[in-house]
């Protein structure tokens, strides 16, 4: 991907997250997200992560944003009463300081000298011989098998804890 | 194509960090949460260009955990609702005392 593509979908993910906390309505934010994602998977895109920019939009861009959608409707929070809910100017103070001493240091820690382990055009040229999956997968199912088991196990803790949280208390219960 | 990444990681993950610290509307903030969550994705895809793919698959279980994250956060989020009619998180003080 030529790098003016680049620069026009990394201008694309800044705008609309920037957009995520200016919005007022939390609709109008969740699909302000939503944009921002699409954004980010063209950027994996063009760094030669094909399948993991898929799985972007399916899993975020797709499944998670459908459920803070959901949830923002069953709660009905576009209602005008929940909708102005910015701090005072205290707290913008202070996030714009937190803000910018953040920026500081990550800029400065990425201005650290990087050598490469591998060299360039290396991950390009194996999904050129064995397809956008199997880089992936190879390392997922070898290296990092433990890894991807215990990945189940959270799985399925959080599908438990959530539909405990998310249940139906006793009938009798008010709430 | 890495320091551009590595920039605007940088300044998602800022934006992210000041929507945390500026909203009071709880679903805000969690989607202020994965934003910082993307922000790092974007640094790990970056830097498995001059380090091999070990960071893509870091970014798969990044995404696991976001979504199991997001399930239950939710689930959060709706049994609070239920008891205080409000996401606001000024409205939520229990543990202040």
């Given amino acids: ?175 | 194509m890495l320091a551009e990444s590595l920039f605007f990681s940088a300044v998602l993950f800022t934006i992210g960090v000041v929507g945390v610290l500026t909203r009071r509307n709880a679903i805000i903030v969690f989607m202020c949460v994965e934003l910082m969550l993307n922000a790092v994705n974007l640094t790990f895809v970056a830097f498995s260009q001059v380090y091999g793919v070990g960071g893509q698959v870091f970014v798969f279980f990044v995404m696991t955990v976001a979504a199991a994250e997001a399930a239950v956060g939710l689930a959060i989020i709706i049994a609070l609702f239920r008891h205080r009619q409000t996401v606001n998180l000024q409205n939520v003080n229990l543990l202040k005392g």
């Avoid at chain 1, 055009?121 to 064995?130: H, M, P, S, V």
């Fill in chain 1, 1 to 175: 991907m030529s790098s003016f593509l680049f620069w026009i979908f990394a201008s694309l993910m800044l705008i609309f997250g920037a957009a995520v906390i200016i919005n007022r309505n939390p609709v109008a934010s969740a699909l302000s997200l939503v944009v921002s994602f699409l954004g980010l998977a063209a950027l994996f895109m063009s760094l030669d992560a094909f399948f993991i920019g898929i799985i972007q939009v399916l899993v975020y861009a797709g499944a998670i944003m459908v459920v803070f959608l959901f949830v923002i409707m069953l709660l009905n929070l576009g209602h005008p009463s929940e909708i102005a809910d910015a701090r005072g100017r205290g707290w913008k103070l202070v996030a714009g300081a937190v803000g910018i001493a953040l920026l500081a240091q990550i800029f400065a820690l990425t201005r650290a000298h990087v050598t490469p382990r591998i060299e360039p055009g290396y991950l390009a040229r194996q999904i050129e011989y064995t397809g956008v999956v199997a880089p992936v997968a190879g390392p997922l199912f070898k290296e990092y098998l433990l890894a991807f088991e215990v990945t189940s196990v959270l799985l399925l803790a959080a599908i438990v804890g959530a539909v405990v949280l998310g249940g139906r208390r006793a009938p009798t219960d008010a709430g």
